[in-house]
């Protein structure tokens, strides 16, 4: 991986620069832009291009129903939680909940974190309005501060910088946490013994006792536990900022080919993915496994479009669509997609994220969604691939390995009253880590069907 590029390849990435991008601030100081971008420009990369190629083979062979595909993390990472607890507890969280769903799949799980780079937000509206006082809205720690002051709402572009280093912080840490033994499969399965234990709901028993069985099974095999101390795990995150993205973006000296270093695989959003558009565009140039966010405003042929511009050369593992319908949308929105996708032959990965389709905003004001919608959605996702005949690739999820109160229901019965106790997301609600644990059970439940 070279760090300084050669120019041929990057020409036809700049010229992307004049699409128009979506959900970008205003820099007050072009200069201040212009100096960051060229130290950007200077860092060595985050991940690498073999990584990357890893990933897609991993997410080619969850296409095809030999894996299954766990993305979660923060709906917006900050700076100020980037501590060691904070990413370890989420690892955590991720392994309990992929040891779950490898059971119940019967496959290996591809484990990848919406982290290490999760610091840009699209939002609906520019500004924020607090009693008659309006300002830039949050749009990530990578762009401005959530204090709702005037100086801490101005987008400040050295923040790409911190958000650089609190990514590679991030990331090594998850490397080592994944390498060094933390992630070893007798402890993730005493975890999730401890989870069972401790849950409200008897129902995860008989799975959890499933599982224990065929641990000791491994074990009286003579399975090498040793070996299952280490797991691969995956770094990914929406590609938003392209004065971000651009600069991490570097040739491959093995092949000469374009990634984007920033993470493994990155994704457009639902509100970026304009086919003609800048991301679209960006990401169409780097080799890197690429998501499309696809909620229910899209039409079959936006979706097509998005295959033939992203992966024309229909490479297996390349593009993943992460649906994410709504649960009283995903059975009729989703058919027509996924049929149109499959008649055209095009090899695309479906992963359901059931959290963006059911946001809404409780009694008490707080946005929050419903533990039952979120589990609705995906079992509707499991209905529209087994009736169509296509694959349920994976599941994305924003959860948290903290008791936080953010989305209502569980076995934990979180009210609307309890929101307030403990809400510390700065964007969407996410999943608490019993909530996260209990999703875990119920999609290897669906899945084991
Ligand atoms: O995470 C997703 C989006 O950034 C988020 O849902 C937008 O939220 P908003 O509608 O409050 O702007
Ligand atoms: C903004 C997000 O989702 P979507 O693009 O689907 O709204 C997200 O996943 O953070």
């Not at 993390?73 to 700076?79: K, N, R, V, Y």
């Not at 992929?98 to 290490?116: N, Q």
Request: net charge negative; glycine share 8%; aromatic share 8%.
């Amino acid at each position: 991986m070279s760090t300084t590029s050669p120019a041929d390849p990057l020409i036809d990435l700049r010229a992307g620069t004049t699409l128009v991008a979506g959900q970008q601030p205003t820099w007050p100081d072009e200069a201040a832009l212009a100096d960051v971008v060229a130290t950007l420009l200077t860092y060595p990369p985050l991940v690498f291009a073999g990584e990357c190629d890893v990933l897609r083979s991993r997410i080619a062979a969850a296409a095809r129903g030999e894996a299954f595909v766990l993305m979660g993390g923060d709906c917006a990472e900050t700076f100020a939680n980037a501590t060691a607890d904070n990413i370890r507890d989420r690892i955590k969280t991720v392994l309990q909940m992929a040891a779950v769903l490898t059971y119940g799949a019967s496959v290996p799980v591809v484990k990848v974190g919406r982290m290490a780079g999760q610091f840009a937000k699209p939002r609906s509206s520019g500004t924020e309005t607090r009693e008659g006082v309006t300002l830039p809205a949050y749009r990530g720690d990578m762009v401005n501060d959530f204090e709702f002051t005037p100086e801490a709402r101005t987008p400040d572009p050295t923040r790409l910088l911190r958000a650089y280093h609190t990514s590679s912080a991030t990331l090594n840490l998850v490397r080592a946490f994944t390498s060094g033994g933390f992630a070893d499969l007798r402890h993730v399965h005493d975890w999730n013994r401890g989870f069972v234990a401790n849950s409200a709901n008897a129902r995860y028993e008989k799975l959890a006792r499933d599982i224990d069985k065929a641990m000791k099974f491994m074990a009286a095999c003579g399975a090498d536990f040793e070996t299952m101390k280490t797991v691969e795990f995956f770094a990914a995150h929406e590609a938003l900022l392209l004065d971000y993205e651009r600069p991490l973006t570097r040739v491959d000296s093995r092949t000469g080919d374009l990634y984007d270093t920033s993470a493994h695989l990155v994704w457009v959003g639902e509100r970026t993915r304009d086919g003609d558009g800048a991301h679209v565009d960006f990401v169409s140039k780097v080799r890197n496994p690429i998501g499309a966010k696809v909620s229910d405003k899209a039409s079959p042929d936006d979706v097509l479009r998005l295959v033939e511009r992203i992966n024309p050369d229909n490479e297996e593992g390349r593009l993943t669509f992460i649906t994410r319908m709504g649960a009283g949308r995903v059975r009729e929105a989703l058919p027509p997609i996924v049929a149109k996708v499959h008649a055209s032959g095009a090899h695309v990965t479906w992963v359901c994220d059931p959290m963006h389709g059911n946001t809404f905003e409780s009694e008490s004001g707080f946005k929050t969604r419903d533990f039952e919608d979120i589990v609705d959605e995906v079992r509707g996702f499991f209905e529209v691939h087994r009736e169509l005949g296509t694959v349920p690739g994976g599941i994305h999820v924003e959860l948290t390995g903290n008791d936080v109160t953010e989305c209502i229901g569980g076995a934990e019965k979180i009210l609307d009253a309890d929101l307030t106790k403990r809400y510390e997301s700065v964007c969407d609600p996410r999943l608490n880590h019993q909530q996260s644990l209990e999703l875990a059970f119920l999609v290897a439940e669906m899945l084991a069907d």
